[in-house]
Structures are given as C-alpha cells and as structure tokens.
T-cell receptor
C-alpha cells in the first residue's frame, strides 16, 4: 500500500510570503499525484495534478508543484500568500487510473495579515 | 455542470441507530468512490464502484457498512448499527479517468 507524508499539520505564513507545503510518497512506480484544497465548510477542490507529463505542474490560484522522482516528493508552492489561501491542503497519490487515492493527513495553512 | 452532491450534510445519531448517506456523482461518471476521514487522521478509502459493480471494497471497516449503487447512478452508504468510532466525515468522489472529483462530505456524529 502507498504511504503519503505531509510534513507539518499546521503551517503559518505571513501575507505575501512564500507558501511551501511538503508531500512525500512511497510509490516505487510513477504515480499520479494530486493536491486538493478544502476551504471551511466546503468539499475538496482540485488544485493541480501530475500525470507523467511535465514535472512542474501549475494549478489554480497561483499554486504549482514539482514532481521529483529521486526524492519521491511533490511539494506545493505559491510565491506570495493571500489571506484567501487559508484552508486545509491534502496531497493524494494514485498508482493507476481508477485506483483508490491514498491521502496525507492534511496541512492546515494559516495566513497572518 | 453540477458537481458531486452528498446528502445529508450533517447527521447526529445515537449509538445503535441506522444512518444512510447518499451520493450523486457527476453525470456520466462510471467510477464512484467512498472515503472517510476520522478526526485528525487521513482521508481513507472505503470502496469503489464501476457503474453498479463493486470494483474494490477492501477499505470497508466491517459488515456494519453496506454500500449500494443501483442502476449505476447514485450510491448509498448505510451504517447499521452505528458505533461511536464511525463518527467522521464521509466523502464521495466520482471520476471518468485519473482525476477524482469530491463532494462536500457528510459529517456524521454518533453519540
């Protein structure tokens, strides 16, 4: 079974600062990788995904993530945090199309004005 | 296009009672998944339907949980009888290919 690790269950950044949310996975085969965001009282919204094309993936709201096979990582970044980015972020991995997702425990992002 | 919808949004029941959760996937999506998040832990897979057939139910915790997808459209997840440890958020997702689209979840509290 897959294992997904999100380092830091809570991350705080100042408005305008760099956002870096970490995700490492355990797959030995090239996986599909996803970042989802959950705003308060809402469902999971897809931010971006990696499906074996370009290793640097751009998503919505200015977020991007880089797939690094040698480090089995898929960290999420945003150059400048906005107050509206405050939410919980989930990294997910799937081994094949149609297979279940394995999720990390989530990272709650707080943006300080 | 309507997204994945789930009903109810919240449910509070007593231990021993029965609860049925409903999920309506995005129209045309053959794949339907159920997941659960217990407080403070990761979102965990419960089962996967392809149309009306159970493709993978390896994540179902025990036989108190019963999922159905009659006609390959909406799905229900019944918990009978509910136990305290069943409390959590139950998510439904649907897909055509590798990307799963999630509903808002049902928050279940068993007292």
């Amino acid at each position: 079974a897959q294992s997904v690790t999100q380092l830091g269950s809570h991350v705080s950044v100042s408005e305008g600062a760099l956002v870096l949310l970490r995700c490492n996975y355990s797959s030995s085969v090239p996986p599909y990788l996803f970042w989802y965001v959950q705003y308060p009282n809402q469902g999971l919204q897809l931010l971006l995904k990696y499906t074996s094309a370009a290793t640097l993936v751009k998503g919505i709201n200015g977020f991007e993530a880089e797939f690094k096979k040698s480090e089995t990582s898929f960290h999420l970044t945003k150059p400048s945090a906005h107050m509206s980015d405050a939410a919980e972020y989930f990294c997910a991995v799937s081994e094949h199309t149609g297979n279940q997702f394995y999720f990390g425990t989530g990272t709650s992002l707080t943006v300080i004005p | 296009e309507a997204g994945v919808t789930q009903f109810p949004s919240h449910s509070v029941i007593e231990k021993g009672q029965t609860v049925t959760l409903r999920c309506d996937p995005i129209s045309g999506h053959d794949n339907l998944y159920w997941y659960r998040r217990v407080m403070g832990k990761e979102i965990k897979f419960l089962l996967h339907f392809v149309k009306e057939s159970k493709q993978d139910e390896s994540g179902m915790p025990n036989n108190r949980f019963l999922a159905e997808r009659t006609g390959g459209t909406y799905s229900t997840l019944k918990v009978q009888p509910a136990e305290l440890e069943d409390s959590g958020v139950y998510f439904c997702a649907s897909s055509l290919s590798e990307t799963q689209y999630f509903g808002p979840g049902t928050r279940l509290l068993v007292l």
